[in-house]
């Protein structure tokens, strides 16, 4: 694919693609937009590096992929309830991880958002790892007979353990 005002770089065979040409605490042409939202739709998983940005950009760089969800069981940060810090400090190594299963965020709304967009701070030179996955390859590589058996069946996702009244997430 081409790309006529940002560049593409595509980071793994699966899935990820870094994205340059960008400044993000800048408003968006809809051209860059649109560009933008093909690669994320191309690779699922974009990176932008190199970016500062305020919470009020974070938000409306993110509302341009669709409305915001506001996640009533876990705290944000202040005056901005759209946004929730994940943080994982190096000596909190082997204590409870928030965000630290495989999970797919917000599945268990009814109308579950686009996705997620994480905003790094800071960022260890090595470990640290955010992992994501290709639901669409994983699915097409499985045999036919594991289809055939799949095929049919529903998911219901409840987030009842993680954020119900005695869910881990639970707030005081």
Do not use: C
Not at 103 to 129: I, N
Request: glycine share 10%; charged share 20%.
């Amino acid at each position: 694919m081409s790309y006529q005002t940002i560049e593409v770089k595509p980071i793994a065979g699966a899935l990820g693609a870094e994205i340059a040409g960008v400044d993000l605490t800048s408003p968006l042409g809809n051209q860059v937009f649109a560009e933008i939202h093909r690669a994320f739709i191309d690779h699922q998983v974009i990176f932008f590096r190199d970016q500062k940005l305020t919470p009020e950009q974070h938000k409306s760089f993110s509302a341009r992929f669709g409305k915001l969800e506001i996640t009533r069981f876990v705290k944000s940060i202040d005056g901005h309830p759209e946004i929730i810090p994940v943080v994982k400090e190096a000596e909190d190594v082997g204590k409870f991880n928030f965000g630290g299963t495989w999970h797919s965020d917000m599945t268990f709304l009814a109308e579950p958002p686009l996705g997620s967009l994480l905003y790094a701070k800071a960022v260890p030179a090595y470990g640290g790892d955010t992992l994501w996955a290709n639901m669409y390859r994983a699915y097409e590589t499985l045999s036919p007979g594991m289809k055939r058996m799949l095929d049919g069946l529903v998911a219901v996702h409840s987030a009842t353990r993680a954020y119900g009244t005695r869910g881990a997430f639970a707030k005081a």
